[in-house]
């Protein structure tokens, strides 16, 4: 078997099994960054204020396109779970059986080191898609829970004073005319 085909197959499982500790970082330090994010410019501070003026606007709406929404997000997920479970079934299959079978079944010699080398960069590509893919979903869905939760109002309000004390943003107007500009 090709040693470079195993080691990015096994660097793409490996990947894949980090990827609940990536989900959980980006839920982590996703607000703090765009906290930050905000505060370097007026331009993203109107942004960030009007994102914020959605959320709480999003809090009081009904909770039945929410809870679609959560099954959606939830849904796509696991369905994303399971495709990459199966790709890495498949491809750990095919790089320990399929050079010996295509040998033995086909009339004709194909290279092993050839099969195994494409198979493994394959699932190190396919499996990142996946890791970025699901920690897309868990960011997705850090924003759609994260208005609902009790504590946001205060927290976003005041965020809203810091980022328009900061840049004189006073009202909401203001905001909305610099959203439109």
């Known amino acids: 078997m090709d040693s470079i085909g195993l080691l990015a197959a096994w660097v793409g499982i490996i990947s894949f099994l980090v990827m609940p500790a990536m989900a959980g ?10 906290k930050y994010w905000a505060r370097t410019s007026p331009a993203r501070a109107r942004r960030r204020i009007g994102k914020l003026y959605e959320g709480l606007e999003m809090a009081e709406r009904p909770q039945t396109a929410y809870v679609a929404d959560l099954v959606t997000l939830y849904g796509s997920m696991i369905l994303n779970l399971v495709a990459a479970a199966a790709v890495v079934v498949i491809s750990i299959q095919i790089l320990d059986l399929g050079p010996a079978l295509l040998a033995s ?7 092993a080191k050839l099969l195994t080398r494409f198979t ?16 897309w979903l868990a960011t997705r869905i850090q924003n759609k829970t994260v208005p609902r939760k009790p504590g946001y109002s205060q927290k976003a309000l005041q965020e809203i004073a810091e980022l328009g004390a900061k840049y004189d943003l006073t009202s909401k107007q203001a905001v909305g005319a610099g959203v439109m500009e």
């Open 25 to 34: 970082a980006a839920h982590f330090v996703t607000p703090r960054l765009r």
């Open 105 to 111: 079944t086909l009339p004709f010699s194909i290279d």
């Open 120 to 135: 493994g960069f394959f699932l190190l590509a396919l499996s990142y898609v996946f890791v970025f893919r699901l920690t």
